[in-house]
């Protein structure tokens, strides 16, 4: 009986902190705010991301195309852009070499964008 108990509690814990995550603001927890705008977030990719990652996010001789199914949702969370943007990157699935961290973008610079290079994915069917 004790150890149903505790399981009931440790579950009902569990359930009440994902329920806590998705109930904070999304700037606060890496995910793309639902205020950043996709066209504020062009402006703010292209003066800072566009002569390595390409125009509308397709890619370089310096850097590789973000959109492209690698960089889905599903696969990369805007919490993998937030860290890239604020820590850099080790190459991992292009020979680029690795990302550096990229000085004067904010968290919500990032935000607006994530929600361009979304917004990009989007029309380019990748979901």
């Not at 904070?24 to 977030?41: F, H, Y």
């Not at 003066?47 to 959109?67: D, I, M, R, Y």
């Not at 990302?99 to 929600?115: K, L």
Request: net charge positive; hydrophobic share 35%.
């Amino acid at each position: 009986m004790t150890l149903r108990i505790l399981l009931i509690v440790a579950l009902t814990l569990l359930l009440n902190a994902c329920s806590e995550e998705k109930s904070q603001p999304m700037s606060n927890t890496g995910n793309t705010s639902t205020n950043a705008s996709p066209i504020l977030g062009k402006s703010i990719y292209i003066s800072k991301c566009a002569a390595c990652h390409g125009q509308g996010g397709a890619g370089s001789n310096q850097a590789p195309p973000l959109v492209h199914k690698i960089y889905k949702p599903g696969h990369h969370a805007d919490y993998s852009f937030h860290r890239a943007v604020t820590s850099g990157v080790r190459s991992h699935h292009w020979s680029f070499g690795n990302m550096p961290a990229i000085a004067g973008v904010s968290p919500e610079d990032t935000d607006h964008i994530i929600a361009y290079i979304r917004q990009q994915q989007r029309l380019a069917g990748i979901r």
